[in-house]
């Protein structure tokens, strides 16, 4: 018959209860934490007896009208039964008693202690007493098996021991529990059971399994296990007949085996999902009392074992036909996630039906089945008899015509295909990151950047303290919680709280808005009935709740309510950062373990989007999400019950990158961090050490710990795996610039530029590695990725290195960067500057500032490398070296400072050659020369940070600085006139390669004749101005010269070669008077000099082409 579970009735307080019958099974006894032995006729009792035993009662055992309590004041005490009269204290232990346990005829009692101790005491004469001492650990349980000739004990230091109760030693030991310091901290209670009369069998609860070991060998036989027990087995419990085995499990399932076929036949779960610490068999065996830890009792009745024959009688076939069919119609049932809902009603037991070997069999042989109805059968077939006939072979059925007729019942349930198949997977469910879980009295409901909430639920108190870390935010909050909230979430401007509803009351969201300037800073807003908040979290004046409905409502941080959308699965988790709104819920359902999450990242501001479709959330192997959020500047980050720490990568596409595993820091199995916060500059992750938990206490406070970001590259021993794990750490990890920069928040631009630096650096340093290596090809792949800066510098590199292929192949390489550059700024607008585009091109935005804080280092070899240079190149200067020229008269340098062959001064601080960072202190000073020859970018200089004309950005380099006039001055001086020669000679080729460029000098507001000569296209300027006036009459000054550019550049080469000439014509007198001035008469020089900055990125240059390119 099926098993009927009863409803539960309270029994007890809160707090441990233990259950047992009398010998004939007229009464319950059950004790409890609350001090009280109660006796009850039925489970319908309203008015049990009450024996008030101590304070708490831990245990509870009945034999022959003894009572034997294991009390909180560590005595075992005897009463009458039923009188419930004291009848003296049976041993004592120094403290409290765990478990007691009566052997089979009534004579002896064994008790387990905390103190590591196992007593066994005869009844009737209490100073007959043997200890077994040699557990490391508080004793969970004990056991005497039925011939008296051993006791089984378990404990919290891992092991299960059988000892001898003659000798008092140990006979069997195994480490099969998981160790914890108290019961309190136990996983489980491993409550020990011997199978009744033979005692052949021990049973032994061990994780989700129970294990059957053999009595005469010591022998681990069979394990019990079934796919619905989730949590840990706590107790097991023997019929009388000794066929079956019951156990409650610390998730609230009870389940029933029969040990012979190793089949569950009854599956049942606690109507509340509380966990079961108590089982009882009554002696008849047609039914089983169980307690929970909320004090309650329950019992099953119609378990139909009474029998003796009622499982050996079964032959194996049958038995295993009823497996099969319960595994085929527990995946196909409609009603299949019973097993996954901790919350299942009656209504959804399963329904057990007989399966009949003949169908005049009487109910002695009746077998309980497992699974479902038989008509869940149909759903992949149309009737019974729609079965292959070739598909269904029974050992022993002959295969005639007919032979349905001998087992009409059996045929079609042992010919249903076997699913064996991945498992669904249980749904993780909503939690709020950065919180403890809500059973606990004492808790976190909230520790994030900003502070921390905590929660207080005893007898005392039900209140919420708020704390900023920062108290300029606000001052410590202390809060009565008479809503009952159980989540939290606190920003800058708000403390945002929500409860579930009940059946009286909505659930509710409440707003402390302690940044409010009126005087009402809170409000309360109830959702509708039947809805609950689920997860809940804050923003930049927005705040949003996901509910039970699958609906995400949005509110100000004043209480308006805003959008409303819905999800398509249920909520896990929800976080908030400035205007990005991070959302995790369930896509769909996992198998094997595996959690099935997709992911939803919505941008709140003017210009509402979605960033992220609900792609799905990648989790480790058979793990659940522990937490979920942002890093302080505003990149989604994920954590996973294994550890594994993975962050948003924005440039691949939105991406998941691990970046760190937390296991790895962990000294044991059973220690876990708690993650508090993410910091991506300066690298941190910032965490809680739990040792042997997952999640750390209120009190004391707990000190935050600090663990470093590592990507899991391959060989990260070798020099070149540390360095291409830095490198890509180092992109990741300042991706956040280019967002807040196109989000138009503020950001550290030295920090950038010093990310920017670091990063060319290690890209440099493997450039070397690869050469020494002899792998140019790698080196062509670094190059590509370096800035267009340091691609001279791994010019120069490759150069020294005699490696002649590879030099010409990254000169082609700086060739082409340099013209993609130049057209790409011709193709901008002025508006190049905006937030976006620098986000974008970040790589080439600030080189001036890199090479500022590298200057004086630099300097102090440069005139070494100089001479080395000129060594190389004498032979080689030719205009066919100039290819760099070709945008490399760049508008980025029209002032530089001045700078002599012993370089007392960098030239190039000013100029913001923002594509590059330098790769190490020697390297900017090759980088800034190549630069000077190729570059001609106008983006990057108003990002350099020493401009000042940043309305017209496009103009900008052009424009004279104030101290041009006096650099050249110095600049012609400090040079001797061997060098002065060198750079007229390169100069002069230069102009001739390059006449673009020529054309980017406009006309100043300041006089630049008294400065500089004029260049071809300022002279083709003023004699085209009227022009262009003529044709625009509206045209400002830099509209003029805008137009002018683009029409000077749309005349042949020829054409600007010729106003070149003739501007260089009309430029030699005043260079003249210059240089007679100065005592250094060199008509070349004045022809070419147009700009007094270029004498030593020209001469550089020029040697370096002319290495470079000669050979062609």
Known sequence: MPCERKPMRYGHSEGHTDVCFDDEGKSIVTCGSDGDVRIWESLDDDDPKSINVGEKVYSVALKNGKLVTAVSNNTVQIHTFPEGDPDGILTRFTTNANHVTFNGSGSRVAAGSSDFVVKIVEVVDSSQQKTLRGHDAPVLSVALDPSDEFLASSSCDGSVTVWSIESQTQVAQWKILQKSSDVSNAKSLCRLAWQPRSGKLLAVPVDLTVQLYDRNTWTHVSTLSDDLITQAVNVVVWSPCGKFLAAGTVGGNLLIWDVVAKLCIERQKHEKGFTVCGMAWHPSGDRIAYTDTEGCLGLLEGVSSSSPSSSSTV????????????????????????????????????????????????????????????NRGSFLDDDDNSQDPGSVKLDGVPEEDGSSAILPAVGP?????????????????????????????????????????????????????????????????????????????????????????????????????????????????????????????????WAAVATSALMVRLFSIGGVQREIFSLPG????????????????????????????????????????????????????????????????????CIDSEGVVRMLNRTLGNTWTPVCNTRDSCKSKSDHYWVVGVHENPQQLRCIPCKGSRFPPTLPRPAVAVLPFNLPYCQTTTEKGQMEEQYWRSMLFHNHYGFLSSSGYEFDSEGQSQAEKEQQELLMKMFALSCKLEREFRCMELAEMMTHSVVTLAIRYASRSRRMALAQKLSELALEKANQFQEEDQEEEPAYQSREYRGSRQMSSRHAQVENGCEEEEEEDYPQEEQMDAEESTEYRKPSLNPFKKGGKSPERP??????????????????????????????RTTNVLDSMTMSSRKPTPLGGTSKQSKAPVLKPLAPKPKSKTQATLLQMSASKGSMKKLEDSQTEVEKVKPPPAATPPASVENIENRKPKTGFQLWLEENRKSILTDNPDFEEMDVIKEGMGRFRSLSAEERLNWTERAKGESDPKKRKREDEEGQVNEQMESDEGSAKKKKPLDTSAKLSAFAFNKE
């Open 413 to 541: 349930a042992v010919s249903r295909p076997v699913y064996d198949g991945p498992m669904p997977t249980q749904p993780q469910r909503a939690f709020q990151s950065g919180s403890t879980p809500v059973h606990l009295m004492h808790r976190f409901m909230m520790w994030n950047s900003v502070g921390i909430v905590r929660g207080y639920n005893d007898d005392q108190d039900n209140a919420i303290d708020v704390e900023f870390h920062d108290t300029a935010v606000h001052h410590a909050m202390h809060l009565t919680n008479t809503l009952g909230h159980t989540m939290a979430d606190v920003s800058q401007e708000a403390v945002l709280l929500a409860c579930e509803g009940t059946d009286e009351l909505a659930s509710k969201v409440q707003c402390l808005h302690f940044s409010c300037w009126d005087t009402h800073k809170d409000w309360i807003v109830d959702l509708p009935k039947g809805e609950d908040v689920r997860a809940l979290c804050l923003g930049q004046s």
């Open 315 to 374: 032959p194996s076939a049958k038995a295993t036909a009823a497996k099969e069919k319960s595994d085929y119609d527990d995946l196909f049932d409609e009603d299949d996630d019973r097993m996954l809902d901790e919350g299942m009603s009656d209504s959804r037991s399963p329904v057990k039906k007989p399966v009949m070997e003949d169908d005049d069999d009487d109910d002695d042989d009746l077998m309980p089945a497992t699974g479902r109805p038989r």
């Open 895 to 924: 002032s530089p400072k001045p700078m002599s062959r012993e370089g007392r001064v960098n030239p190039f601080k000013v100029s913001g050659a923002g594509k590059s960072s330098s790769s190490s202190a020697g390297q900017p």
């Open 570 to 637: 249920a909520v896990v988790c929800m976080a908030g950062h400035g205007e990005q709104l991070l959302i995790v819920y369930h896509r769909g359902t996992g198998f094997d373990g595996n959690q099935a999450l997709g992911i939803q990242l919505l941008q709140l501001g003017s210009k509402k989007r979605q960033l992220i479709h609900g792609e799905p959330l990648p989790l480790s192997r058979k793990s659940y999400l522990a937490w979920m959020g942002f890093t302080a500047e505003g990149t989604p980050c």
